[in-house]
T-cell receptor
Framework: NAGVTQTPKFQVLKTGQSMTLQCAQD?????MYWYRQDPGMGLRLIYY???????DKGEVPNGYNVSRLNKREFSLRLESAAPSQTSVYFC?????????????FGSGTRLTVV | GEDVEQSLFLSVREGDSSVINCTYT??????LYWYKQEPGAGLQLLTY?????DMKQDQRLTVLLNKKDKHLSLRIADTQTGDSAIYFC???????????FGRGTSLIVHP
């Protein structure tokens, strides 16, 4: 019953450092997503992958890159972290991309950039 | 204005009904969703409604959809302290299949 697993759960970075947030799902879902959640801002889509082998930009892609490593895994990379990237990052997956497919979310990665 | 709007806070007494409201701008025929986020956790899909429906009931949860006014509501009957959480409405935007999330309504249930 793992669902969507994100690692790490917490991370502190110095400005300019890089890191990769990992996400894996075990539900055989085709579509995966990365969101960030900031106080009072709700959820904003960073990148998504409609199916294995494809990735597309969301609302706030600047400063991030993604890799859909295989059907299970979708990673988010910060090449040069900035304090503005301090946030809670959520990975989600859905059976497919389309109306009627609800999302399953991971428990989040809390990232602080100092 | 925002594509999906919600009020930010709601406070109710235990045992009362809670009504969380949401308005959206895109009239595309699609699904609208309610998610719940407990402290320190990810979002959990609560329920959804297709745009050709007016109402959907699921145990203590009732979803009402007014397509004319582009208004969605979530009613929680007999609200319990365990219902305290942030509730997100998610709806269509610009014909995309990917829903846009509102900013979330913090529901506080006090004894």
């Amino acid at each position: 019953n793992a669902g969507v697993t994100q690692t790490p759960k917490f991370q502190v970075l110095k400005t300019g450092q890089s890191m990769t947030l990992q996400c894996a799902q075990d539900m055989n879902h085709n579509s995966m997503y990365w969101y960030r959640q900031d106080p009072g801002m709700g959820l904003r889509l960073i990148y998504y992958s409609a199916s294995e082998g494809t990735t597309d930009k969301g609302e706030v892609p600047n400063g991030y890159n993604v890799s859909r490593l295989n059907k299970r895994e979708f990673s988010l990379r910060l090449e040069s972290a900035a304090p503005s990237q301090t946030s809670v990052y959520f990975c989600a997956s859905s059976e497919a991309q389309g109306a009627g497919y609800g999302y399953t979310f991971g428990s989040g990665t809390r990232l602080t950039v100092v | 204005g925002e594509d999906v709007e919600q009020s930010l806070f709601l406070s109710v007494r235990e045992g009362d009904s809670s009504v969380i409201n949401c308005t959206y701008t895109d009239s595309s025929s699609t699904y609208l969703y309610w998610y719940k986020q407990e402290p320190g956790a990810g979002l959990q899909l609560l329920t959804y409604i297709f745009s050709n429906m007016d109402m959907k009931q699921d145990q203590r949860l009732t979803v009402l959809l007014n397509k004319k006014d582009k208004h969605l509501s979530l009613r929680i009957a007999d609200t319990q302290t365990g219902d305290s959480a942030i509730y997100f409405c998610a709806g269509p935007t610009g014909g995309s299949y990917i829903p846009t999330f509102g900013r979330g309504t913090s529901l506080i249930v006090h004894p």
